[in-house]
T-cell receptor, first 112, second 115 residues
Framework: DPKIIQKPKYLVAVTGSEKILICEQY?????MYWYRQSAKKPLEFMFS???????DNQTASSRFQPQSSKKNHLDLQITALKPDDSATYFC???????????FGPGTRLTVL | GDSVTQTEGPVTLSEGTSLTVNCSYE??????LFWYVQYPGEGPQLLFK?????EKGSSRGFEATYNKEATSFHLQKASVQESDSAVYYC??????????????FGKGTKFSLIP
């Protein structure tokens, strides 16, 4: 069974719309993260959460908002979508006291 | 900020030959170092964590030694096979514990076998 679930796997949106990317982990970890991967940039850190609290935010735009409703969930809400937001978004998790992060399969977002 | 520089790909080799992917880093902190592998359509998979300076980390026939003086941790495999074809990323973390555990990745090195 997959330990980190990301939904949907593919997502197509129109410019200006809003989407939510879902992430759930069943590894018993207490820290979760979002990363972005595009053709232009390598894997890029966006956010880290621990015990449902924000630890670090490297995303300049407030259009990207993580949401943690449960300790094993960290969704990513993206508003006012732009074509430049097109990328694959990966969720990851770890134990807070261990550096090893485990990644989900990703959500590939295309903004038209 | 932190940065990681690795061998620019693509790298193509014959089966059974050795693979080396160079990786060096810059950081003001004492880093935790990792190698990840990514197959098409999948998320990055942790290959292994590189232990403390001058110690060797290894998994699936791959190994890397952290050279603190040279700020490098090159990935090596003695004899490559078809299943090794993938993109390899080196990464460093500012954690655990003290930082946010943020991973900074290199640009990735795509490796494939010569058909």
């Amino acid at each position: 069974d997959p330990k980190i679930i990301q939904k949907p796997k593919y997502l197509v949106a129109v410019t200006g719309s809003e989407k939510i990317l879902i992430c759930e982990q069943y590894l018993g970890h207490n820290a979760m993260y979002w990363y972005r991967q595009s053709a232009k940039k390598p894997l890029e850190f966006m956010f880290s959460y621990s015990y449902q609290k924000l630890m670090d935010n490297q995303t300049a735009s407030s259009r990207f908002q993580p949401q943690s409703s449960k300790k094993n969930h960290l969704d990513l809400q993206i508003t006012a979508l732009k074509p430049d937001d097109s990328a694959t978004y990966f969720c990851a998790s770890s134990r807070r006291d261990r550096g090893e992060q485990y990644f989900g399969p990703g959500t590939r977002l295309t903004v038209l | 900020g932190d940065s990681v520089t690795q061998t620019e790909g693509p790298v193509t080799l014959s089966e059974g030959t050795s693979l080396t992917v160079n990786c060096s880093y810059e950081t003001k902190q004492y880093p935790t170092l990792f190698w990840y592998v990514q197959y098409p359509g999948e998320g990055p998979q942790l290959l292994f964590k590189v232990p403390k300076a001058n110690e060797k980390g290894s998994s699936r026939g791959f190994e890397a030694t952290y050279n603190k003086e040279a700020t490098s941790f090159h990935l090596q495999k003695a004899s490559v096979q078809e299943s090794d074809s993938a993109v390899y990323y080196c990464a460093l973390s500012d954690g655990p514990g003290t930082g946010s555990n943020r991973l900074t990745f290199g640009k990735g090195t795509k490796f494939s076998l010569i058909p």
